[in-house]
């Protein structure tokens, strides 16, 4: 059973824009705090932007500016948009659904690399 998928990873040019989607079940969505992590080769997975339990925004410091997190309750989906992209983000990005007490839902990922 999927629980959280992933779409919209890829291949693009420095300073240029991708659009990640998230797509949940009904009953993580409306219950669990919806995230964004990625991980680069060789190195440890990292919180890129989240919802908080109060329903703001956080962003990991070096895509401030540049990456804005938003969702569609409707559609059960939250957003990535990622402007001005650096080939220092390329890394697969992961969608995560947390909730204290409970296990954290994962999605398997999806590639965005950024070209020089």
């Known amino acids: 059973q999927v629980h959280v998928v992933e779409f919209g990873g890829g291949l693009v040019q420095s300073g240029g824009s991708l659009r990640l989607s998230c797509v949940a079940s009904?009953?993580?969505?409306?219950?669990?705090?919806m995230g964004w992590y990625r991980q680069a080769p060789g190195k440890q997975r990292e919180l890129v932007a989240t919802?908080?339990?109060?329903?703001?925004?956080y962003y990991m410091d070096s895509v401030k500016g540049r990456f804005t997190i938003s969702k569609d309750n409707a559609k059960n989906t939250v957003f990535l948009q990622m402007n001005s992209l650096k080939p220092e983000d390329t890394a697969v990005y992961y969608c995560?659904?947390?909730?204290?007490?409970?296990?954290?839902?994962w999605g398997l990922g999806t590639q965005v690399t950024v070209s020089s």
């Open positions: 919802f908080t339990n109060a329903d703001n925004t």
């Open positions: 995560n659904a947390h909730k204290s007490g409970r296990d954290d839902y």
């Open positions: 009904g009953s993580i969505f409306a219950i669990y705090v």
